[in-house]
């Protein structure tokens, strides 16, 4: 496959995070494996690396799955030419999602070559509007089973994989009289970017045209926060770390930003090489490192933490990074190509350095672990893999950097790491988001603790009088009574108990002790229901809702069936019971 001359390249980009923004206008494409002059050679969208380890590509009214050798597994003949700007999108087992013309096709590879139709139109415009419809971004949430669409100046649709509409919502909504997004300029403000998705958080993540950027639930068209970043630039990209931060890079002022995602704040700040392009996106770890590629020649590679590690496999100063480093298939390694240029001058003019370059010379492929520094595989193109390349189909395609990576990260070349699958890779970043605790100022200890005292000490007198109160006042014999009354006349009537019970107390001892004369028992009963009359008196109008009524008294208690009395009562020692009768 020959090279693809590059007579001159010229890359912008600014020197100093403080200058002001200039987007670079150069080609990122900077090898590739045929002439574009043949007619024979097709060139393919932005390749996607499925989770079965295929790469999936447009090439204009086709859609190609190849394996990681460059067969072609299957293809499947589009009515609408595809979108080579945007990579399809993997929307589950056997599904893919692309925009072509505008539209969103839904592709079901386990129909192919079955009565059922394998692609079909899942979202497109009223047939005669369709210049009114222009799709920016898409998005598929496997784990919520939900499709997200950002239409320019239309707003964000939320879509069930069944093409039911959940939801939409636009750059600016109003709650409680105030006005949310767009606070420059409503008139021309819209969404500008792909909805990207973070699976931990559940969230999704869109700026508009003003330089905001909002951060909205999957299930909800409610706005989280948003975040102004237009005094750094309008155009950035942002990625989710699934790992509790937020990375929003600006590729004019060549900064990247960590924020946290359940607020919006920016946790640290960090200056990186230049970027190629408005579009140039990093790649996230399981182990929550962050990788660019620099058109310094340089991988950046920064922890969750904000530190920075720089990494080279040829002489940077005759190289460039100019394509997005990919994951390999366990989380934890990068795929990265540096190309060496011929003729490449760099120079500063005012505010902005300008690169420039002859041609390409060769590429350099590299996995590593950027977490701890150590490489495992490093070739030059062409080598023996990329020879089979140029023998497979993909002989007919026009190729780059980026696909030729695809094939490279797809085919696991040079890499020992075990494969994991996409729920065990967000299983894995989740877990390193922290919980969010609660700061709470607890003063002094001591002071505290003798405050909690005395507070609880006069809950439990509040309680006892707000129950005294309640028992009281609910009694209706006495809402209509003196208090003062009522209080003394249960006082007397306590008194009175009291004697009762003394002299009944005496009487049973002289009973117990020795014969008594029958009138002493008629006192003796007397005494004893005089005295039952004043506990229910104390017990019932003149209760406080302490009383309670007495037991039944051991003592001698009178029976009467109007012949006879009998009297009962125990021994002093109560070794005894004594029961008699008299006659009356």
């Given at each position: 496959m020959p090279i693809i001359p590059l007579l001159i390249l010229?890359?912008?980009?600014?020197?100093?995070?403080?200058?002001?923004?200039q987007?670079?206008?150069?080609?990122?494409?900077?090898?590739?494996?045929?002439?574009?002059?043949?007619?024979?050679?097709?060139?393919?969208?932005?390749?996607?690396?499925?989770?079965?380890?295929?790469?999936?590509?447009?090439?204009?009214?086709?859609?190609?799955?190849?394996?990681?050798?460059?067969?072609?597994?299957?293809?499947?003949?589009l009515d609408y030419t595809c979108n080579a700007a945007m990579a399809p999108v993997q929307g589950g087992l056997g599904k893919i999602y692309l925009v072509a013309e505008n539209r969103v096709l839904k592709i079901n590879s386990f129909n192919i070559g079955s009565s059922k139709p394998a692609a079909e139109v899942f979202f497109g415009p009223v047939p005669g509007q369709e210049e009114l419809i222009e799709i920016i971004g898409l998005s598929v949430s496997t784990l919520s089973s939900s499709v997200f669409i950002n239409i320019k100046n239309r707003g964000l649709f939320?879509?069930?994989?069944?093409?039911?509409?959940?939801?939409?919502?636009?750059?600016?909504?109003?709650?409680?009289?105030?006005?949310?997004?767009?606070?420059?300029?409503?008139?021309?403000?819209?969404?500008?970017?792909?909805?990207?998705?973070?699976?931990?958080e559940a969230s999704i993540y869109i700026s508009n045209t003003e330089g905001e950027l909002y951060s909205l639930s999957v299930r909800s068209p409610y706005f989280k926060w948003i975040q102004d970043f237009s005094s750094l630039d309008k155009y950035f990209t942002v990625t989710p770390g699934n790992n509790g931060r937020l990375y929003v890079t600006v590729p004019a002022r060549a900064l990247v930003l960590a924020l946290d995602v359940s607020t919006g704040t920016v946790l640290w700040q960090r200056s990186i090489g230049p970027l190629s392009t408005t579009e140039c996106a990093p790649v996230v770890d399981s182990n929550g490192w962050v990788s660019f590629g620099s058109l310094d020649g340089f991988l950046y590679s920064l922890s969750p933490t904000g530190i920075l590690k720089k990494f080279s496999k040829a002489d940077t100063l005759n190289s460039v990074i100019q394509i997005a480093p990919l994951l390999d298939c366990s989380g934890y390694a990068v795929y990265f190509s540096q190309t060496e240029m011929e003729g490449k001058i760099s120079q500063t003019i005012d505010e902005y350095t300008y690169v420039s370059a002859m041609r390409p010379k060769t590429v350099i492929f590299t996995l590593l672990v950027p977490a701890t520094g150590f490489t495992y595989w490093s070739e030059r193109y062409p080598d023996q893999f990329s020879s089979s390349l140029s023998e497979s189909d993909l002989r007919q395609f026009v190729l780059d950097e980026g696909i030729l990576l695809a094939f490279v990260a797809a085919s696991k070349t040079g890499n020992p790491l075990q494969c994991r699958t996409k729920r065990q890779k967000f299983a894995s970043s989740c877990s390193q988001a922290k919980p969010k605790y609660l700061s709470i100022y607890t003063g002094?200890?001591?002071?505290?603790?003798?405050?909690?005292?005395?507070?609880?000490?006069?809950?439990?007198?509040?309680?006892?009088?707000v129950r005294f109160c309640c028992i009281f006042w609910r009694k209706k014999k006495v809402q209509g009574q003196d208090l003062g009354s009522f209080l003394e006349k249960r006082r007397s009537l306590q008194?009175?108990?009291?004697?009762?019970?003394?002299?009944?107390?005496?009487?049973?001892?002289?009973?117990?002790?020795?014969?008594?004369?029958?009138?002493?028992?008629?006192?003796?009963?007397?005494?004893?229901?005089?005295?039952?009359?004043?506990?229910?008196k104390l017990s019932t109008t003149y209760s406080l809702g302490r009383d309670r009524a007495g037991s039944q008294s051991k003592s001698m208690l009178p029976l009467y069936d109007g012949k006879t009395r009998s009297y009962s009562f125990l021994g002093a020692k109560k070794e005894s019971v004594t029961v008699f009768h008299t006659v009356k």
């Open positions: 010229f890359l912008l980009f600014p020197t100093s995070p403080s200058m002001e923004s987007r670079y206008t150069g080609n990122p494409r900077l090898f590739s494996g045929q002439e574009p002059s043949r007619s024979s050679g097709h060139r393919l969208s932005k390749p996607l690396v499925g989770e079965d380890g295929r790469i999936y590509a447009c090439s204009e009214k086709d859609l190609f799955a190849f394996e990681s050798n460059g067969t072609i597994e299957w293809t499947i003949h939320a879509y069930t994989t069944r093409g039911q509409l959940l939801w939409s919502v636009g750059p600016v909504i109003y709650r409680f009289g105030y006005q949310l997004g767009c606070r420059k300029n409503v008139t021309d403000c819209y969404f500008t970017s792909v909805p990207v998705i973070d699976q931990c002094n200890e001591r002071a505290i603790i003798l405050f909690l005292l005395f507070e609880s000490a006069l809950l439990v007198m509040l309680a006892g009088l008194l009175k108990k009291k004697v009762f019970d003394r002299t009944i107390t005496e009487l049973e001892q002289k009973a117990a002790e020795q014969a008594v004369a029958n009138e002493v028992f008629e006192k003796l009963g007397d005494m004893v229901r005089e005295r039952e009359g004043i506990e229910r």
